[in-house]
């Protein structure tokens, strides 16, 4: 199966906090591992990961993949009220062989209060 | 176009009735794709296009579900007499390039089907 586990399912923080959000998947057949932000429109594309132990940054998020593991965790600091949102994570590539197939978590859904 | 463009954005219809929900593509986009979200879910695959090919219906649920993408650009998913459970934000992406080589997917704002 190529389930994807993300957590936690909502986390509520006020401005100025740090979080982590964590993804675990299978490994059949993985290719990549992706970050999404959602908020209430179109999935945003954050981050691809395809190596182990490397960090992806982008202002105040950052993510890093362990294969050995078979986790990613996205992390924000600073947090501020637009950082509310849904964050997906996603696996490339699935048991069933296709390489371009996106299989996603549930979603963390973020709620950063002033 | 700058982005992924979905209509319509809202689409409610009577169980029974058929729809059309469209898809028009970053130009130059090899792949799309189209993905279901149910309400506190995350999107759920149902079928990819590489140019006018359609490559992989997997996922689309049963045969009401029909996708088409003619020349290698727009897509229109039909839905045949609809069910509330068809109910959900069907979500459109496309990307680049094809195949193992494909990389990050772009989406659209979604059309939120609504089936009373």
């Known amino acids: 199966e190529d389930k994807v586990v993300q957590s936690p399912l909502s986390l509520v923080v006020h401005e100025g906090d740090t979080v982590t959000l964590n993804c675990s998947y299978e490994v059949t057949n993985f290719r990549s591992l992706l970050w999404y932000k959602q908020e209430k429109k179109a999935p945003t594309f954050l981050f691809m990961l395809t190596s182990s132990g490397i960090e992806k940054k982008s202002g105040r998020l950052s993510s890093i993949l362990d294969k050995k593991e078979l986790f990613s965790i996205l992390n924000i600091t600073a947090t501020q009220t637009g950082d509310s949102a849904v964050y997906l994570c996603a696996r490339k590539g699935s048991s069933g062989g296709s390489n371009y197939k996106l299989t996603f978590g549930k979603g963390t859904l973020l709620t950063v209060n002033p | 176009g700058a982005g992924v463009s979905q209509s319509p954005r809202y689409k409610v219809a009577k169980r029974g009735q058929d729809v059309a929900l469209r898809c028009d593509p970053i130009?130059?986009?090899?792949?799309l794709f189209w993905y279901q979200q149910a309400l506190g879910q995350g999107p759920e695959f149902l079928t990819y296009?590489?140019?006018?090919?359609?490559?992989?219906k997997s996922g689309l649920p049963s045969d009401r579900f029909f996708a088409e993408r003619p020349e290698g650009s727009v897509s229109t998913l039909k839905i045949q007499r609809t069910q509330q459970e068809d109910s959900a934000v069907y979500l459109c992406?496309?990307?680049?390039?094809?195949?193992?080589?494909?990389?990050?997917?772009?989406f659209g704002p979604g059309t939120r089907l609504t089936v009373l």
């Open positions: 296009f590489q140019n006018e090919a359609q490559l992989d």
């Open positions: 130009s130059g986009h090899v792949s």
């Open positions: 992406a496309s990307s680049t390039a094809g195949g193992p080589s494909s990389n990050e997917q772009f």
